[in-house]
C-alpha cells in the first residue's frame, strides 16, 4: 500500500496502517504549537483541533474503523458530548453498518434543548442498562468526557468505558481509574509530538 493511500484502500486497510496514516494526519494537520489556553483552563504550548481530522472523508474513515476495532461484542451504542466527539461518534455508527455491526451514536449536549423534549441526548432510545462507550477527541483532564457519563448514566445506561482518539497525559486516565471506569487511547500525545518532529525533519 502507498504511504497516501486512497479512500477505497483505508476501507480494507489492516489496523497497523491505519494507525499509522491516522496518526500521520493527526500531526500535519491538527497539532499546533505556540501559546494556547484549553477548554479546562490551562495553559499549553501546543494544541490539537482533531476536528481538522474527524470532519475529512480520510480521517472519519480510519477513525470509524479503529475505534470500532476496540468495542465489545455487547456494546449497544457510541455516545459523546458535542461538539468534538460529534463526528467520532457518527463515523463509527456509519462504519459499523458497512462492517455489519450496526450501532448508533448518541450526542450529549452541553445543556438541554430549549425547545421540544428539551432533551439532553439526541439519538434512538436505548434499553434500560444498555451499555455504551463514550468517545472523545483529546482527553485532557477528562472532565468533559465525564459530563457525558453522568449524562447517560442518568438515563440508565450503563457506562464503563471512554475511549479517546488522543490522551494528553495530564490526568485523564488517572481520573477515569478513579471513577471505576476504562479508558484507552489510540495515541498518546508522545506519539503525536514524535509524528509532528519525524514529518517535519
Request: aromatic share 6%; charged share 15%; hydrophobic share 40%.
Given at each position: 500500500m502507498t504511504t497516501n493511500p486512497s479512500l477505497s484502500d483505508l476501507l480494507t486497510a489492516n489496523a497497523a496502517t491505519l494507525r499509522q496514516c491516522l496518526l500521520n494526519q493527526i500531526a500535519t494537520e491538527a497539532y499546533k504549537e505556540g501559546d494556547f489556553t484549553l477548554s479546562s483552563g490551562q495553559k499549553s504550548t501546543y494544541y490539537i483541533n482533531g476536528k481538522l481530522v474527524t470532519l475529512t472523508a480520510a480521517g472519519g474513515v480510519m477513525t470509524g474503523r479503529?475505534?470500532?476495532?476496540?468495542?465489545?461484542?455487547?456494546?449497544?451504542?457510541?455516545?459523546?458530548?458535542?461538539?468534538?466527539?460529534?463526528?467520532?461518534?457518527?463515523?463509527?455508527?456509519?462504519?459499523?453498518?458497512?462492517?455489519?455491526?450496526?450501532?448508533?451514536?448518541?450526542?450529549?449536549?452541553?445543556?438541554?434543548?430549549?425547545?421540544?423534549?428539551?432533551?439532553y441526548i439526541e439519538g434512538p432510545p436505548l434499553p434500560q442498562g444498555a451499555k455504551v462507550v463514550v468517545l472523545e477527541d483529546v482527553v485532557t483532564t477528562g472532565k468533559s468526557a465525564a459530563q457525558a457519563v453522568e449524562r447517560l448514566q442518568d438515563m440508565g445506561y450503563e457506562v464503563t468505558e471512554i475511549i479517546?482518539?488522543?490522551?494528553r497525559q495530564q490526568g485523564g486516565a488517572e481520573f477515569y481509574a478513579s471513577q471505576n471506569i476504562k479508558f484507552s487511547s489510540l495515541f498518546t500525545i508522545k506519539d503525536v509530538q514524535q509524528a509532528y518532529q519525524t514529518l517535519n525533519r
Amino acid at each position: 500500500m502507498t504511504t497516501n493511500p486512497s479512500l477505497s484502500d483505508l476501507l480494507t486497510a489492516n489496523a497497523a496502517t491505519l494507525r499509522q496514516c491516522l496518526l500521520n494526519q493527526i500531526a500535519t494537520e491538527a497539532y499546533k504549537e505556540g501559546d494556547f489556553t484549553l477548554s479546562s483552563g490551562q495553559k499549553s504550548t501546543y494544541y490539537i483541533n482533531g476536528k481538522l481530522v474527524t470532519l475529512t472523508a480520510a480521517g472519519g474513515v480510519m477513525t470509524g474503523r479503529l475505534i470500532l476495532q476496540q468495542l465489545a461484542p455487547d456494546t449497544a451504542a457510541v455516545a459523546g458530548l458535542t461538539l468534538g466527539a460529534d463526528p467520532i461518534v457518527s463515523a463509527v455508527s456509519i462504519v459499523s453498518a458497512y462492517e455489519a455491526r450496526p450501532l448508533p451514536a448518541l450526542i450529549i449536549r452541553k445543556k438541554a434543548k430549549g425547545h421540544g423534549t428539551q432533551a439532553y441526548i439526541e439519538g434512538p432510545p436505548l434499553p434500560q442498562g444498555a451499555k455504551v462507550v463514550v468517545l472523545e477527541d483529546v482527553v485532557t483532564t477528562g472532565k468533559s468526557a465525564a459530563q457525558a457519563v453522568e449524562r447517560l448514566q442518568d438515563m440508565g445506561y450503563e457506562v464503563t468505558e471512554i475511549i479517546s482518539i488522543v490522551d494528553r497525559q495530564q490526568g485523564g486516565a488517572e481520573f477515569y481509574a478513579s471513577q471505576n471506569i476504562k479508558f484507552s487511547s489510540l495515541f498518546t500525545i508522545k506519539d503525536v509530538q514524535q509524528a509532528y518532529q519525524t514529518l517535519n525533519r
